[in-house]
């Protein structure tokens, strides 16, 4: 409780607070003698109701404690230094670093600036973290909070800003005024608020901080990741661009990017510290990348967003961010996975199998991941122990044993494998096969017993044998440990709502048989012109005629005519003469010969029949597959 008058007693203190054990304030309070079990109980289960109010203002608000009882707490019990504001020697740079309008608002005082951090001093413990936020957002610089001790903060605000001319015009601001609370709003209406701001208005070497429009901002970032969710997007890109010209922030949706909106360019700091801010990452670092999480129920509890967050340092000395709205928390069942007859009968299979090795191959964003936890799915069932290692965890099942690696510390997947074989497991999924020491131990778990799953960027499934074979596996080890490689695509559906059909013409069925025929071995019975088209006819004719799909667009799908995706498979079962093949090290386009002829389509053929089913177009099959 001994206040601090100096910067050094400032810094000792912070260092005791910083190795004190973590303490929750009711505990501080309960064992002060301040308020009782009973009542902490009753505030506990009041804030059940609205999580958005922080423990000690629900106490304070029912009268239980005073705003001094929770500083009293928090010095004592929790370590935060106490300040004497009318005696300690403010740092200059400190002061200038927070706009006279903020501190006056938050009622929070710059006090010095030590290893790239900023002090301030808080009057009101019980919105310290909220504060620390909105100081951390402005001053885009770490803040550590520490308690104030003075007769009047006003009073020590105006002196101390006025002392070092940094008070200006800022003195006639409502200085009082509330944070704005945050509702869903519709996002023109809040570009409308920045706008009328003149923020257009300054000059582009006029950086001054954002003060009064701070929170149409947060709202605006919140409203931008509520719609990006609801409107299906996958991605959210925010692009800074140096000068004058206006931060753009595009949404990819069903594989293509759009521009949602433009900021005007002196937000370009601030929204990428905001963004910063929501998944803890360094705000003042912007050489490097880096990688982080938001859990949005943090910022709006109704909604259950996760966001994947990477920033990548770009030229000017600017920053982009990158978000990834994570998929479901929970597997698609196989079942509506969108494979054909065959790929969905022997996949299962392959799962059922007690040991041996399934690779899912393709791009960034083929949707490989949620296609292995859909397999997992299926056979997650007590009986089975079942590791995964991931980067990141994204989809969830009960049951399932997960690791996140963290190449950071060392902790790659390799070294996740090594440790599983020592943990008794059935069913191992490593998230990619990144490298060979990874693929090698990946063969030995599954030729020891292990059934182990992976993924691998390549282009198709007789691809990806040539290519670890490349790496430096062993092809006998290898072809005995391989069960079978799927691989796939992503392409855009046609929109339900405005879809239409019409006979399909001799030429347009000639054009899709000389495309699902292309690659056919020759001479194959089951690849005869004339059979392929009898099979089409009767899986998905009417009455004894193709057709053909088209979606001229309406209000469902934005007028685009594509409302959501559908995969595209290949799946290459290894057989006692594809395994002998790999033995020998045979070419990728002998392999793709021999599957074909037992049985598998490539991903362009299962795409063709696809487009016969009305699911997609020939063009989006074609953009996605070359075979």
């Not at 903060?153 to 005024?177: C, D, H, I, P, Q």
Request: proline fraction near 5%; glycine fraction near 6%; hydrophobic fraction near 40%.
């Amino acid at each position: 409780m001994r206040q601090v008058v100096t910067a050094e007693q400032l810094l000792s203190a912070i260092e005791k607070q910083a190795s004190m054990p973590m303490v929750r304030i009711g505990e501080a309070l309960t064992s002060l003698g301040m308020v009782t079990d009973e009542q902490l109980q009753d505030a506990l289960a009041q804030q059940k109701q609205d999580r958005n109010v922080p423990l000690g203002e629900l106490l304070v608000r029912m009268g239980i404690v005073s705003r001094e009882d929770l500083q009293s707490a928090l010095a004592s019990k929790m370590g935060y230094p106490l300040v004497n504001l009318d005696q300690f020697p403010f740092e200059e740079e400190a002061v200038r670093k927070l706009p006279y309008a903020v501190a006056a608002r938050v009622q929070v005082m710059p006090l010095m600036i030590r290893d790239g951090r900023l002090v301030v001093a808080l009057d009101d413990p019980v919105r310290r973290r909220a504060t620390v936020d909105e100081v951390e957002f402005i001053t885009q610089m770490k803040t550590v909070p520490v308690l104030a001790q003075c007769l009047s903060m006003e009073a020590v605000l105006a002196s101390t800003y006025e002392k070092f001319g940094a008070a200006g015009a800022r003195l006639s601001l409502n200085v009082m005024a509330d944070p704005i609370p945050f509702e869903v709003h519709d996002t023109g209406k809040l570009m409308e608020t920045l706008e009328k701001e003149g923020l257009d208005a300054l000059a582009p070497e006029d950086d001054r901080q954002i003060e009064q429009s701070d929170n149409s901002l947060v709202r605006l970032i919140n409203n931008m990741i509520i719609e990006a969710h609801a409107e299906g997007v996958s991605d959210i890109h925010v692009e800074s661009y140096p000068g004058r010209d206006k931060i753009k922030i595009r949404f990819r949706k069903d594989g293509l990017l759009r521009t949602h909106l433009e900021l005007p360019p002196n937000y370009r700091n601030a929204v990428i510290a905001r963004i910063k801010i929501m998944c803890d990452l360094d705000i003042s670092e912007r050489r490097k990348p880096q990688d982080g999480k938001i859990n949005f129920a943090k910022f709006s509890p109704q909604h259950k967003i996760e966001l994947r967050v990477a920033t990548i340092p770009t030229n000017s000395g600017l920053e982009d961010v990158v978000m990834r709205i994570l998929a479901s928390a929970k597997p698609i069942p196989l079942d509506n996975l969108g494979l054909n007859p065959y790929n969905l009968k022997h996949l299962k299979e392959a799962m059922e199998r007690p040991y041996g090795l399934v690779l899912c191959v393709g791009p960034t964003g083929s949707g490989k991941t949620t296609t292995l936890h859909s397999a997992l799915s299926h056979i997650n069932v007590p009986e089975r122990k079942i590791w995964t290692a991931e980067d990141p965890v994204e989809i969830t099942q009960p049951g399932l044993r997960q690791v996140q690696v963290n190449p950071k510390i060392d902790w790659t997947f390799a070294k996740a494998l090594r440790a599983f074989l020592r943990a008794d497991p059935d069913v191992i999924m490593v998230g990619e096969m990144r490298d060979e020491e990874t693929a090698q131990m990946g063969i030995e778990a599954s030729l020891t017993g292990h059934l182990v799953l992976s993924t691998l960027h390549t282009n198709s499934a007789p691809e990806t044998v040539t290519r670890l074979i490349d790496m430096g596996l062993d092809p006998f080890n290898f072809a005995d440990s391989l069960l079978g490689v799927l691989a796939q695509r992503l392409v855009r559906r046609l929109c339900n709502h405005c879809r239409t059909s019409r006979p399909a013409t001799e030429d347009e069925v000639n054009e899709l048989l000389d495309d699902y025929l292309h690659v056919a071995p020759h001479g194959h019975p089951d690849f005869d012109r004339d059979t392929v088209r009898r099979s089409w006819t009767e899986r998905f004719g009417r009455e004894g005629r193709l057709m053909m799909f088209h979606s001229p667009g309406c209000e469902h799908c934005g007028n685009t005519g594509q409302k959501g995706r559908a995969g595209l498979h290949e799946l290459m079962m290894v057989s006692r003469e594809l395994r002998r093949m790999i033995q020998t090290t045979s070419r990728a386009e002998q392999l793709l010969h021999t599957a074909m002829t037992e049985g598998m389509r490539t991903l362009r053929q299962d795409g063709i029949e696809k487009v016969l089913q009305g699911i997609t177009s020939l063009s989006e099959v074609r953009a996605t597959s070359n075979v």
